[in-house]
Structure formats: structure tokens, C-alpha cells
């Protein structure tokens, strides 16, 4: 019994083979498609990570190994090699799930690398037939040539690369509905190991075609979502200057009335307000520079001014004119009730 428990530890201290490296991450990715939980939860994140570091030890092993190599042709790797082709892209996809925010720009930049690095092999084995995605080293280098001459010339050619652009999406999209159908059928015979060698090699080749057109799909979505947190980080940036600013004190309510001697005989009608007259007022937005009509000409405003005065005293002529009695007696009694009750008579509910 003693003898037989420490080669049992040596076996269980045993490190991981690559197949179950790889099976392990693979598995977990495919797990976290259909999970339903946030992808922001902590054991979602957890299960990210995890499934990260073991893809990581396989791709280290791998280049151990030397599994692979750009003199070869495909048919010369073996069917049990062939599934760590998979491997850049299963880190790519992961990577894009980890949601830590403050490195959210070098998770995506490190994602598009392990999606180059995956196109980059099938296309050294020329497993399928797809145009590279350019590397976007130094962006802005167009920009930056004499007299915008690269600009100027890519006017054209901009609507053509859109047009072929569309035209290839299209025709991943229906490869990969294609390629989807045919691994449904193949997987649960993998799966139960009762597939042959022939049968293994078309699954692991379906695999990687249909990773090449994922591949393709997130790096389009990479560099847009690239630009996007560049200019928050720009944002970020000038955002402690615009904090700076002091505070802006909140404005009392007040009474605003025709006159100082208004205000004084008057009052407001409602002692705990204060009043203000309207020279008090345009006195004190002038110092501000708040006026509302800052920005319109002088001499609109006086134009404005004088035709409304001219339309006033018009009225009132055609009124005099005309003998309007009715008008008169109003005007009479309502200057009759203001001499005898004090502004704000009668109102009783909001007194101070």
C-alpha cells in the first residue's frame, strides 16, 4: 500500500497531453457560445481564463514540436495534427470575451494577431481559396503622403473594394452555412470515435475553412471597434480638463418689476422674494456676457425696436379714433382697482 500511493501521485502530477490541451479549450469556448449567463460574471471569466492558459500550453508545445512547417503541403500533415491548426483562432475568440475595459484596446489588437497568425498558416497550406486582410501597422500613412496624392487616387478604387467587399461576405456567409450543415452531420461520429480516418480528416478540414471565414468576420469587426475606443481614449483624456471648471451657482428665484419705485411702494406681493428691477437685471447679465441678444446686430435690434413702437401707437390711434368706449371704461376701471389694492390682492396661496 505504501509503494502503490506515491506512483499514484506521480501519475496524477502527470501534465496534461496536447490533445487534451486543446479539447479542453475548445470545449470551454463552445461552452461560453451557449452560455447564457453575462459574459461579465466572474465565473464566466474564470472559465475564459482557464481556457485561455491551457490553449496557451498547447500553442507553446506545438512550437516544441515543430508541428508544422511553410515547406510542407497540407496533405502532408497528418489527420492528428491537423486540429491544431485550429488553435491561433480558438485564443482569438476567447481573447474578444475577456470584458476588462481598461484593456480592452489590447485584448482586441492581440485577438486580431492570433487571427492573422491562424490565416496566415491556411494560407501558407492553401487550404481555401480567400484574400488576406492587410495589416494596419502604422494607419494613416495614405494620409500623411504629399499633396494627398494616395487619397485622391483611392476616391475610385473606394467604391469598387466596397462593392468586391460586400460581394465576399456574401459568399463566406453561404461557405459557411454550407460547411455548418456538413459538420452537423459528421460531429456526433468524431464525437463517439467511431469515425475513421478519412471521416476525422473532413471534420478537422470543415473546422478550419469555417474558422477562416470567422476569422475573417472579427478582424472586420476588430478594427471597427478599434477606432471607436481610440476616441474614447481621446476622450478620456481631455475629460479632466473640462472637470476643472468651477461650478455654476444656482440661480434664485425673483420678482422682476417695471421700476426701483414699483419695487418700493408695491412690493413684490410676496415678501420672500426678492425683487429686481429690469435695469438691475440687464445690468447684471451684461457683466456676465449672458444677454440673449449678444448676438444679434445693434442695429436689427433698434430696427426691431422702433417698428414694434410705430405698431403700438397705431393701435392705439385707430383705437382713439374710432371712440372705442368699451375699450376706454376698461382701461378706466382697471387703472381705478390698481390705485386702491395692492398687487398681489386676493391671492392667498402662495404667500410667504
Known amino acids: 500500500m505504501a509503494e502503490s500511493e506515491p506512483s499514484r501521485d506521480s501519475v496524477q502530477s502527470d501534465p496534461p497531453k496536447l490533445s487534451e490541451l486543446l479539447d479542453r479549450g475548445w470545449k470551454t469556448y463552445e461552452e461560453l457560445e451557449d452560455c447564457a449567463e453575462p459574459p461579465g460574471s466572474s465565473s464566466v471569466q474564470l472559465r ?49 470575451k475577456i470584458t476588462n475595459r481598461d484593456q480592452r484596446l489590447s485584448n482586441v489588437r492581440a485577438a486580431r494577431d492570433h487571427f492573422m497568425d491562424f490565416l496566415t498558416r491556411c494560407k501558407d497550406y492553401q487550404v481555401t481559396q480567400f484574400e488576406m486582410p492587410r495589416r494596419r501597422d502604422r494607419p494613416g500613412t495614405e494620409e500623411e503622403s504629399p499633396h494627398g496624392l494616395a487619397a485622391a487616387k483611392s476616391g475610385t478604387a473606394d467604391l469598387v473594394g466596397m462593392a468586391t467587399q460586400r460581394q465576399a461576405k456574401i459568399e463566406r456567409y453561404r461557405q459557411k452555412k454550407e460547411l455548418e450543415a456538413r459538420l452537423t452531420g459528421i460531429r456526433k461520429a468524431v464525437e463517439s470515435g467511431q469515425a475513421d ?5 473532413e471534420f478537422y478540414l470543415l473546422n478550419v475553412k469555417r474558422w477562416i471565414s470567422v476569422s ?18 481621446g476622450l478620456k483624456q481631455n475629460a479632466p480638463r473640462q472637470q476643472n471648471l468651477p461650478p455654476r451657482a444656482p440661480i434664485k428665484p425673483f420678482i422682476l418689476t417695471k421700476d426701483a419705485v414699483q419695487a418700493q411702494v408695491f412690493g413684490a406681493g410676496y415678501p420672500s422674494l426678492p425683487t429686481m428691477t429690469v435695469d438691475d437685471w440687464y445690468d447684471q447679465h451684461r457683466k456676465r456676457g449672458a444677454l440673449p441678444d449678444q448676438g444679434i446686430p445693434r442695429r436689427v435690434a433698434v430696427e426691431e425696436d422702433s417698428d414694434a413702437k410705430e405698431r403700438e401707437e397705431e ?22 382697482w390698481k390705485d386702491s389694492h395692492r398687487r398681489g390682492y386676493g391671492n392667498r396661496q402662495n404667500m410667504g
Do not use: C, H
Request: net charge negative; no cysteine.
Open 197 to 201: 480516418d478519412e471521416v476525422s480528416r
Open 48 to 96: 475564459v481564463r482557464t481556457g485561455l492558459s491551457q490553449l496557451q500550453d498547447a500553442a507553446q508545445m506545438v512550437e516544441q514540436l515543430d508541428l508544422f512547417s511553410r515547406n510542407e503541403d497540407l496533405e502532408e500533415v497528418s489527420t492528428t495534427d491537423l486540429k491544431y491548426l485550429l488553435l491561433p483562432a480558438l485564443r482569438g475568440a476567447l481573447t474578444l
Open 315 to 336: 393701435e392705439k390711434e385707430k383705437q382713439v379714433e374710432n371712440d372705442d368706449e368699451e375699450s376706454l371704461a376698461k382701461a378706466r376701471n382697471w387703472d381705478d
Open 216 to 233: 475573417l468576420e472579427e478582424i472586420e469587426s476588430i478594427e471597427q471597434e478599434e477606432e471607436i475606443l481610440k476616441n474614447m481614449e
